[in-house]
Nanobody, 121 residues
Framework: QVQLVESGGGLVQAGGSLRLSCAAS????????MGWYRQAPGKQRELVAT???????NYADSAKGRFTISRDNAKNTVNLTMNSLKPEDTAVYYC???????????????WGQGTQVTVSS
């Protein structure tokens, strides 16, 4: 059984910063790409940022220059540091990871339960 657990969400004023963390645990052989997505009320889930095992990153235009994604392969964790937050960043943020389990023949995408980020104006 593989599990992703997020932490670090909360309420912050516009212009402030937050750091989200996500830890993968369970029967894991290796983790390919990891990433963060978000879903605002009434909107579809959208990509925020992704990072490969080798550290290559990809950001949504809305995140470029403000957010930084990082990972620790030894600890199976991925972080998202968010600076200069805006009210439009308010959403539930989800961790995602492409994980190769110890007993599976193919990697599988896993999602965390989500963590709320609210940015007040």
């Amino acid at each position: 059984q593989v599990q992703l657990v997020e932490s670090g969400g909360g309420l912050v004023q516009a212009g402030g910063s937050l750091r989200l963390s996500c830890a993968a645990s369970g029967s894991i052989r290796s983790i390919n790409a990891m990433g963060w997505y978000r879903q605002a009320p009434g909107k579809q889930r959208e990509l925020v940022a992704t990072i490969t095992y080798g550290g290559s990153t990809n950001y949504a235009d809305s995140a470029k220059g403000r957010f930084t994604i990082s990972r620790d392969n030894a600890k199976n964790t991925v972080n998202l540091t968010m600076n200069s937050l805006k009210p439009e960043d308010t959403a539930v943020y989800y961790c995602n990871a492409d994980i190769w389990g110890r007993t599976t023949a193919l990697p599988k995408a896993y999602w965390g339960q989500g963590t709320q980020v609210t940015v007040s104006s």
